[in-house]
C-alpha cells in the first residue's frame, strides 16, 4: 500500500470478513465513518457488521470484551487515545485477567489514536500507550510509516491476548516510506518476527547515534536524519519498534551491543516513558553506552503551537541534541 490509511483499511477489511469479527465504536458507521474516516463506506461493505454506539467508552469497551469472552473476534475504535483512560478496567482487571484466569485466549484488538501536533488541546492531544506497557497478558503494538499498519492489526487479532493498538493521528494522512522520495537513500532492514524492529540506516555508514522510536515520529526522525546528513554529513540510525509490550529485549541488545551513543525519542511524556524502560533494560545488561531519553516534557499539551511545542518534542531540539553530544 502506498499510504498509512490505505493499508490500515486493507487490514480492517480483511478483519471484517470473518464472520466472528465486529467493529465497535462511536460514528463509525455511514456517514460520518469514524473521526478520522477510516471507516468510511464500511457499514455499507459489512452489513451488521460495525456497531455504532453510545458515548460510553466503558460501556462499549465491556461489550467488546463480553463478545471476546464469547469467542467473537470485537475490533474496538477509541476516538481519541486520550479516552483509554476510561478503559482501563475493562482491559487491566477483566480482559488480560481472562486470558490466565480462564485458560483461554482473548481476541480483542482496541484501536488507539495517539499524538498530538494538530492542536486538539490538552485532553486530546497525548500518547498513554505506557500505560498499558508491561502488564501481563496485554499488547501493545505501535505502527508507523515503516510498518504496514494493516498487516501489524491483522496480526494483533491473532495474538489471543488483549491489543492496544497505538495508531498515531498524524500517520492517517501520511504516504508509507517506501513511497516517499528520500527513501532510497536509506538501507531498511527488517529483524525478528510477528511485530519486527525497523532498522534505517545509511549505506556504508556507521551511525554516531542510535535512535530508538515507534509510532508517530518515525517519519519525522527520517526526514530529520537526512537532512542532518545531507547538511553536516553526520550519519545516524533509526530502530522503530512495532512491539512495545511484549518488548523483545534481547533483540534490541543485539542491535544496540557495539553502539556508542544511544537516544531514545517518544511523544509521550517523560520521564519514566518507554525509552526510560528501555535504557534500564540495555544498562542493566552491561551495555557500555551514552543513553539519553526525549519525550513530552511536563507540561499539559495545549492548543496554540506555541503551548505544544513547550510539550511536545521538537525535531530541531532532537537534532541538536545530536549535534552537540
Not at 79 to 90: E, K, V
Not at 197 to 216: C, K
Not at 280 to 295: C, D, E, H, P, Y
Amino acid at each position: 500500500m502506498e499510504t498509512y490509511k490505505e493499508s490500515l483499511i486493507a487490514g480492517l477489511r480483511e478483519l471484517l470478513k470473518d464472520p466472528e469479527c465486529f467493529l465497535l465504536g462511536e460514528d463509525i458507521c455511514e456517514p460520518y465513518g469514524g473521526a478520522y474516516s477510516i471507516t468510511k463506506g464500511m457499514s455499507v461493505e459489512f452489513p451488521g457488521k460495525l456497531i455504532n454506539t453510545p458515548m460510553s467508552e466503558q460501556g462499549f469497551t465491556g461489550m467488546g470484551v463480553g463478545m471476546a469472552l464469547a469467542g467473537y473476534r470485537p475490533i474496538v475504535e477509541i476516538m481519541f487515545g486520550d479516552f483509554s483512560t476510561l478503559i482501563m478496567d475493562q482491559i487491566l482487571n477483566h480482559a488480560s485477567k481472562f486470558v490466565e484466569g480462564f485458560g483461554r485466549p482473548i481476541h480483542l484488538v482496541v484501536r488507539d489514536p495517539m499524538g498530538g501536533y494538530r492542536g486538539y488541546g490538552a485532553t486530546h492531544s497525548q500518547s498513554l500507550e505506557k500505560l498499558y506497557v508491561g502488564l501481563p497478558h496485554i499488547a501493545v503494538i505501535s505502527p508507523s510509516v515503516l510498518h504496514e499498519p494493516g498487516e501489524l492489526l491483522v496480526k494483533s487479532m491473532n495474538l489471543g491476548v488483549p491489543v492496544i493498538f497505538a495508531e498515531n493521528k498524524l500517520d492517517y494522512t501520511r504516504k508509507m516510506f517506501k513511497a516517499e522520495k528520500i527513501a532510497g537513500n536509506f538501507d531498511i532492514r527488517y529483524h525478528g518476527t510477528g511485530f519486527p524492529i525497523a532498522e534505517a540506516g545509511f549505506p556504508g555508514e556507521d551511525a554516531e547515534v542510535t535512535i530508538i522510536s515507534y509510532g508517530g515520529l518515525v517519519n519525522p526522525l527520517l526526514n530529520m536524519m537526512y537532512d542532518l546528513y545531507q547538511e553536516e554529513e553526520v550519519p545516524t540510525r533509526l530502530l522503530d519498534l512495532s512491539g512495545l509490550s511484549p518488548m523483545d529485549f534481547d533483540l534490541i541488545a543485539g542491535l544496540t551491543k557495539d553502539n556508542a551513543r544511544i537516544l531514545c525519542v517518544e511523544e509521550g511524556h517523560v520521564p519514566f516513558g518507554i525509552g526510560d524502560g528501555i535504557i534500564s533494560n540495555l544498562a542493566q545488561r552491561g551495555l557500555k553506552a551514552q543513553f539519553r531519553s526525549i519525550g513530552a516534557t511536563q507540561h499539559i499539551i495545549g492548543t496554540s503551537k506555541e503551548a505544544e511545542a513547550m510539550a511536545l518534542p521538537q525535531m530541531d531540539d532532537i537534532r541538536n541534541t545530536i549535534l552537540n553530544w
